[in-house]
């Protein structure tokens, strides 16, 4: 196997997979590109299937266009992939009807108590509408589905819901069921989930109650999705090794036509990209034209500033955190000393103390100083290491540790936040931990110690922004703020595919797993969507998504620094029940969307073509992209900027009683203090879907160029509290 760096490791344990250019070329000079054009034509005697052959015919020059097309999206939208050269690339790219043509690169994928913690309770504790529930469709985006597990069990479930317009092709060997009722596979290997990512995001949004339910007795409970009455709808667009853009497109092509209420995606690229060539800002357009909510992972290249990759107003973007249930590994020193690390160790060998053994032991002219500190593979020997429980710099050597015989693996963590699943037994120590073992370790005579078995212990510090969870601020739309909203993402429990490994060399097999990730926070939010959803159905995305912001609770910054603003959690952390009645919300349209990226300087004829209606852009302040009706409010400022007046135009629509009176109230938060004023400061509602425009108008002098300066609009009535945060920075 391929040699683990620090790096791959934290990739491999949160099962983020990252972008590179495409390998999938048979012919050297020819690349994958997607010929994205826009939304298909109401035409009658249109075939786009055939417009893309006679596109791909004309900058061919050749009549065949065999082993060019590789896929067409004719669906939901326009566009298709295929295979070609510079020149044609640059020609296509000129022609009438194409909006964009970008190569067709490899995206990643980002990994119960979390829904109690949430406020969402097991059985009657929680309001449902059982019969609403059972019609609403999640399709889930990811590595496919292992469709044989409890969580998936369709007993109790009646036939599909009418609306339902999709086919269950997963492949060989691949049945659906009336809670699973659809899959297709976009990467030839069928939609069988090899890796338990597809499987345990699905199961976390929309899996049935299963009882008793446990990683080797670690978060024993009942496991179940927000919406287990839901079914759900399976879409492989990430292989064993990718996620490719085509296949990313084709899921959205399908998904939406399909009828789908909900879209979740756990992946996603390391940096944010230009709307026009991000498939899954692409995708998601035509799913918020249609009226479905696009719930996408923040990522997972945090806690670096600048890299939540879904930045897009029509996505909901998912940072995570961290739950109240932590879990927990000690380690007794020889001495008698008791340190706590984390890891999630099954392994049980019964408090027996091993020799300790530091890989920096191990330096020599074969092995440099600082591989030997991290215990490369590669610095390994059996007769140092046979017996022994190994400590380390880094996590390097964790998965060859077993073939040379060690008992356990003590190592410096670069996560120290998370406990990862590891194939031999651990225990991950932060930074002054880690130097106390080394300072036991380098004194005693004969150090020894015992790595003893996982506790769960209730952790009153949570929520906490997960160090993984990627940070904006955003780069392609800096007036947007990102992420959106957070939920937890660290340490979930759920439905696992049983032929795949817990962790890499692992050769236990298990139902259920725990992973961490921005992936496990996505379907979360996707589960909390859906339960909004069943109680009022006809709400659109923009109204759930303001539902989910404006109620969210507030996050407490834990340290100082960018990293833990609402660069790192939005507008705070998701809060289910509140979110059902929010009183007011923040609504948006397509034609807002349109508007805002008017604003964002997009030339009409390309607006025009996204959006199948011709569309003028006014120059009025309504079209700045601040002026987006967003539950949030941020600007970023130029550094040189002194003295600074920035207003924002907001409109909210009733979704309370039908007469009431919100008053607003503005708390500061952190940064240099921002002087807001909102006018009129009271709004009064008459009916039920009435709107109430209002403008926030911010004062400010001398910005902080490493911390946003923030503060809380709030809009209250006595019963509901309607909470924007207003961020204005200039850090870039
Ligand atoms: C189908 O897949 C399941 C799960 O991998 C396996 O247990 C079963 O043997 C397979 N059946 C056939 C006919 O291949
Ligand atoms: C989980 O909890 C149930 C009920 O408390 C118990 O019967 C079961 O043995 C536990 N399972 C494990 C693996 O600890
Ligand atoms: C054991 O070693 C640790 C690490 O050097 C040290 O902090 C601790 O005080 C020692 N305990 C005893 C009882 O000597
Ligand atoms: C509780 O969670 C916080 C935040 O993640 C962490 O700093 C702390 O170490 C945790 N406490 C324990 C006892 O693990
Ligand atoms: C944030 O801090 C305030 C003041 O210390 C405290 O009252 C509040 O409970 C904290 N909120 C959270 C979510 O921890
Ligand atoms: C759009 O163009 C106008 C005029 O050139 C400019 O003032 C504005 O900053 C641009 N907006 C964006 C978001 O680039
Ligand atoms: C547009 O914005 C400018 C500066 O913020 C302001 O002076 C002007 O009144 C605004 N115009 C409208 C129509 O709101
Ligand atoms: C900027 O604001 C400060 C405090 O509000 C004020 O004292 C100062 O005169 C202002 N400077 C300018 C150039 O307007």
Redesign the pocket.
Known sequence: MAKLTAFSLLLSCLLVLFLSSTSAVTDEDKKEYIVYMGSLSSRADYTPMSHHMSILQEVTGESSIQGRLVRSYTRSFNGFAARLTESEREKVAKMEGVVSVFPNEKLQLQTTSSWDFMGLKEGKKTKRNPTVESDIIIGVLDGGIWPESESFSDKGFGPPPKKWKGVCSGGKNFTCNNKLIGARDYTSEGARDSDGHGTHTASTAAGNAVADTSFFGFGNGTVRGGVPAARIAAYKVCGETDCTSDAILSGFDDAIADGVDLITISLGGILARIFKYDPIAIGAFHAMAKGILTVNAAGNNGPITRTVSPVAPWILSVAATTTNRGFVTKVVLGNGTTLVGKSVNAFDLKGTKYPLVYGKSWASSKCSAESARDCSPSCMQKSRVEGKILVCDGPDGIWDATNFGAIAVIFQSLKPDVAFIHPLPTSGFQPEVFESLVSYVESADSPQAAVLRTETIFNQTSPVIASFSSRGPNII???ILKPDITAPGVEILAAFSPNAEPSEHDTRRVKYSVLSGTSMACPHIAGVAAYIKTFYPKWSPSMIQSAIMTTAWPVNATETGITSTEFAYGAGHVNPIAALNPGLVYELDKADHIAFLC???YTSDILKIISGESVTCSQKNET??RNLNYPSMSAKLSESVKNYTVTFIRTLTNVGKPSSTYKSTVVADHGPKLSVEVTPSVLTFKTVNEKQSFRVSVRGSDLDSELPSSANLIWSDGTHSVRSPIVIYCYS
């Open positions: 739309a800096p007036d604003g964002m300087n700045l992209p």
